[in-house]
């Protein structure tokens, strides 16, 4: 129920988000910059959030899955340390160059870079679930998101420019969105089963 209720808040969070800062604009800018500012609460909440159903859906899990499986929890809690950092610390703005970045946006960073954590745990769990038998039935579903959550990741790898420069041109916005949503909607499935 945690985990279930925590993603279902994070996706009430960044909904309202879109539509309370229309400044920021979803096709290019990143998730994190609704951190800036005005509402900026809103998103380390939601970002908290997801940390706390990351680590729900974990301890749910933990007697359900064996030594290969557990390897994944150990992903999964890497990346809600990352969410955890993002939500503490504020990113720049994406137009800000890396050498003029502040400490808490090239911590926020790393928090990204952490945040990787889940796909992959969420790969492991996924992959130690559908050997275990009384997760038969949920076999298509954890294989389906699992997918979703791939196809969302390659997509936003390669919106991302070679040369590190961000602006209006480079649709990483909706990628980035839409990688966190693949996250919850895996927290979803797997804490609904």
């Not at 945690?2 to 800018?29: N, Q, T």
């Not at 899990?61 to 999964?76: E, H, K, N, P």
């Not at 209006?168 to 609904?192: E, H, K």
Request: charged share 10%; proline share 5%; aromatic share 10%.
């Amino acid at each position: 129920r945690a985990a279930l209720a925590s993603a279902i808040l994070f996706l009430v969070l960044l909904a309202a988000l879109i539509v309370l800062k229309p400044e920021i604009d979803p096709a290019w800018r990143f998730i994190s910059e609704y951190g800036i500012g005005r509402l900026g609460w809103m998103m380390s909440l939601a970002f908290l959030a997801l940390a706390a159903s990351c680590v729900a859906t974990v301890i749910a899990l933990w007697s359900q899955l064996r030594v290969g499986g557990r390897i994944g929890i150990g992903f999964m809690l890497i990346g809600a340390l990352g969410l955890t950092l993002a939500a503490l610390f504020t990113t720049d703005p994406i137009t800000t160059p890396l050498d003029a970045q502040s400490m808490s946006s090239q911590i926020h960073g790393l928090g990204a870079i952490l945040g990787d954590g889940i796909p992959i745990g969420a790969t492991i769990i996924t992959l130690s679930l559908i050997r275990n038998k009384s997760w038969r039935a949920a076999r298509g579903w954890l294989i389906g998101i699992l997918a979703v959550v791939w196809i969302v990741y390659a997509w936003l790898i390669m919106s991302m420019p070679a040369d590190g420069n961000f602006g209006p041109d480079v649709p990483v916005g909706w990628p980035s969105r839409m990688l966190l949503v693949s996250y919850c909607l895996w927290f979803i499935v797997t804490a609904w089963q």
